[in-house]
């Protein structure tokens, strides 16, 4: 009864006196290049289209490189080259190449800055997400995987644990770097070689891993890094040299891929799109829950696979923690990404910003009712007010759809059985989130939430020990933990 | 004072969920307070300060001097704030009451038998009254942590509020003694019934228990004084005393009291540190941020 106090018209105002001065991150230590090639057979190599394109920072539109466009024919020479490498990479004794991977995870500590520093510059994120999660994470996934190259057949006992040879991956824009780390990691633990394309929006971090991998000493051609768009991610997934396929993206390329590769003896998993649900019960700890309601849709400016972007809340609580909702997001700070204190940085792209917009539009033509925060957003680059959209329904599109932008819907219900029905009325199953003081409510609600991870009074929270991935339209396979291990392996 | 509206079941007041509140604190301490915002932060924090002294062997000579440098914290940089407040034991109160008039320092007194609390209703009411009666224009008292560990919750209620009634003008300050509550759900728990039972201040400690002020502890204070807020419409202020001794730490307390409450608490009328040897460490930060330079402790007078 203590929750449902009546609500006055006390207002908060965070607009104070005492605002906090810019804190720009040094990035006076960085070197870049103007030009980046591809990295194929451990050494930097023209395209042979002889074609580049720029990348650019989405916080002032400025372009910081040139990066190279991979053809059909360059990714060949890729997957020759790993096919070449997995010769004597896959007979490397599990204890030599837990070595290498261990240096490169260290190497990534040492040079984290940098690193954190060009991830935000190319991708938008705030440099307190690139610094605090993206990199080290990154680090620890090498560090996990290392530790499990010569424990393969106690992982796996009885089954010979064997490398399936070459794998192509495809990584997508919102984590450049630590989704490399994810994906290089195990492959090359588990004995494979690698063919990797990032995004072409954001492939600076991976080629300045390619940079730190050929600076470890890692034999030539165990890892290539092939950048380029969607032709050149074809290019990959219809090369008939590879064994299997790892891809993280949106659901609709992850479907071509999978269309493409039927037929072929090609393994696959995807990690796909997502729309999670979100849901507070009315016993929850309820500034707890909307802090972990604000990092589950604002983390990484919501360009996030599991995002919590629909959010359930239990009627009795509803006002309530709207309201501290809206109060909490007038504190966060949008703005330039590598200020220290920016909370929400530049939304990736143009076109990605378009299509956020474009939902924010949709959203308001079918009568839920918006709220942004009253932040001051730069007036170039690509960024985007923290939103909600209060009184969501089920059936409308930004319910259904996932926007990949900081855009939460806001669903209210009254018993567990309604709120089960709802969050998994969605074609995608990838994460949800549970707020609630009650242990047994929770162990109920992960058993019926059809979603791959199931967080707890608790959002966001990523481990390399801990297996990630979806059920559904979210796609299938493990990554992280000893799950993560098994696709790269015959058993 | 307390709310009109119907109070509610101090059995079952909101729950807190620990590891959510350090997770935000450790949010609060990356902030980075740069330039004049640092050098604003630093006179405001200064102006916040409860400059305390609370020790058995306290004369009245040490009460002279520490009230003096209250009003010239260090006369050599001009501009410089006073603090909000000295904080004393009743038996100082004349002293310190006498040491600084027209300063607009004021003056506030420890009560209902300090730090325990373990002593009769009559008795704190006549340690409050004393303590009034000489000039202290605010009252720390402790809260009856061995009743309110029972379940005892009226007690606490009623004990606060006759309090309340004796201080009339001068502002109430509830200390919980947080290190004794061993729960975040029992902070939230105290706060909620201090405030509803009057206290003008919330304040996590009295210096005398370890843990004293933590960041966590304050932070579940605000949240119940932001809750409080949203259902009484009536502001109430935070104390963090204990433990806080480097302007660093303080400017996050500072960064947290903005980003939960707003601009409205951020100064002395809301906002105070129970702190004694904090004072020197931002005078300290004030000449670096001034001269360029950190000085010698020795250049900064010990009161």
């Not at chain 1, 890892?223 to 590879?242: L, R, W």
């Not at chain 2, 605000?222 to 303080?250: C, F, Q, W």
Request: charged share 25%.
């Amino acid at each position: 009864m203590s929750k449902k106090k009546e609500i006055t018209k006390a207002k908060l105002d965070f607009k104070t006196d005492w605002a906090y001065a810019s804190a720009p991150e040094d990035s006076g230590h960085i070197s870049l290049k103007k030009q980046y090639d591809l990295f194929i057979n451990g050494e930097f190599v023209k395209p042979n289209s002889k074609k580049y394109f720029a990348t650019y920072n989405p916080a002032t539109d400025q372009k910081i490189a040139e990066v190279a466009e991979a053809d059909e024919k360059d990714v060949d020479k890729a997957v020759k080259a790993a096919r070449k490498a997995f010769e004597k990479w896959s007979k490397l004794s599990g204890k030599e190449r837990g070595k290498y991977i261990f240096r490169i995870a260290r190497l990534m500590q040492e040079r984290a800055r940098e690193f954190a520093v060009i991830e935000t510059m190319d991708g938008g994120k705030s440099i307190r997400e690139s610094r605090d999660i993206d990199v080290p994470l990154a680090a620890n996934h090498f560090f996990y995987n290392a530790g499990w190259a010569d424990k393969l057949e106690y992982a796996f006992p009885n089954r010979n644990p064997k490398p399936l040879g070459v794998v192509g991956q495809i990584i997508p824009w919102n984590f450049p770097l630590l989704m490399a780390a994810w994906k290089i990691a195990p492959a090359l633990a588990a004995g494979n070689t690698v063919v990797l394309k990032p995004a072409e929006t954001t492939s600076l971090t991976a080629l300045k891993l390619a940079e730190l991998i050929r600076d470890s000493g890692l034999p030539n051609g165990v890892v290539n890094i092939v950048t380029g768009a969607g032709k050149t991610g074809a290019a990959i997934v219809n090369h008939p040299d590879i064994n299997k396929i790892a891809f993280t993206g949106s659901t609709d390329v992850g479907k071509l891929i999978q269309r493409s590769i039927s037929g072929t003896n090609k393994k696959l998993t995807l990690e796909l799109g997502g729309k999670a649900a979100n849901i507070i019960f009315a016993d929850a700890a309820i500034d707890q829950a909307v802090e972990g309601v604000v990092n589950g849709i604002f983390f990484n400016q919501g360009h996030v696979c599991c995002a919590g972007s629909r959010l359930f809340v239990q009627e009795s609580v509803a006002d309530i923690v709207i309201r501290k909702l809206k109060d909490r997001m007038e504190t966060l700070i949008v703005g330039d990404p590598m200020d220290k204190n920016t909370d929400i940085g530049a939304i990736n792209s143009k076109e990605q910003l378009l299509k956020i917009n474009e939902y924010i539009k949709i959203g308001k033509n079918e009568g839920a009712e918006i709220y942004q925060s009253s932040c001051a957003i730069p007036s170039k680059g690509n960024f985007c007010r923290p939103t909600l959209f209060l009184n969501a329904s089920q059936s409308h599109r930004i319910v259904q759809e996932e926007i990949f932008g900081p855009v939460l819907t806001v669903q209210t219900f009254r018993t567990i059985e309604e709120v089960i029905e709802k969050a998994n009325n969605i074609p995608y199953g990838l994460s949800a989130g549970v707020w609630t003081d009650k242990g047994s409510k929770i162990f109920n609600l992960t058993n019926k939430l059809r979603a791959g991870v199931v967080w707890a009074n608790t959002y966001n929270k990523f481990d390399p020990a801990s297996p990630f991935g979806g059920y559904k339209e979210s796609g299938f396979g493990r990554e992280g933990g000893l799950h993560g291990l098994m696709p790269y392996l015959n058993l | 004072m307390a709310a009109k509206s119907i109070l509610p079941d101090f059995r079952i007041t909101p729950t807190i969920d620990q590891v959510g509140i350090e997770e935000r604190v450790a949010r609060f301490t990356t902030r980075s307070i740069k330039k004049e915002s640092k050098m604003q932060g630093l006179k405001m924090i200064l102006n916040m300060i409860d400059l305390t002294t609370l020790e058995g062997k306290d004369t009245e000579g040490k009460v002279k001097q520490m009230c003096y440098k209250a009003v010239h914290m260090h006369d050599v940089i001009p501009d410089l704030p006073t603090v909000a407040a000295v904080c004393v034991y009743p038996s100082m109160v004349k002293t310190a009451k006498e040491s600084l008039i027209g300063s607009g320092v004021k003056v506030a007194s420890v009560s209902t038998a300090f730090p325990s609390g373990q002593s009769t209703h009559e008795i704190k009411i006549l340690d409050t009254k004393f303590a009034l009666e000489n000039g202290a224009d605010e009252i720390d008292m402790v809260i009856s942590r061995g009743e309110f560990l029972k379940g005892n919750y009226n007690f606490v209620f009623d004990e606060i509020a006759a309090i309340k009634d004796v201080c009339g003008k001068a502002r109430l300050k509830v200390i919980f003694e947080t290190g004794e509550l061993s729960t975040l759900d029992n902070v939230r728990k105290a706060s909620d019934i201090a405030m509803y039972a009057g206290a003008d201040f919330i304040k996590t400690s009295t210096g005398k228990i370890s843990p004293a002020a933590t960041m966590p502890v304050t932070l579940v204070m605000l949240e119940a004084i932001r809750d409080y807020y949203y259902a009484t419409n009536r502001m109430v202020g935070m104390k963090p005393a204990g433990g806080i001794s480097t302007s660093k730490l303080a400017m996050q307390y500072l960064v947290m009291l903005r980003e939960t409450l707003g601009g409205a608490w951020l100064s002395n009328e809301w906002f105070r540190f129970g702190a004694s040897s904090l004072a020197n460490d931002v005078l300290m930060q004030i000449a670096k941020q001034t001269t360029g330079v950190y000085q010698s402790s020795d250049y900064f007078s010990k009161d």
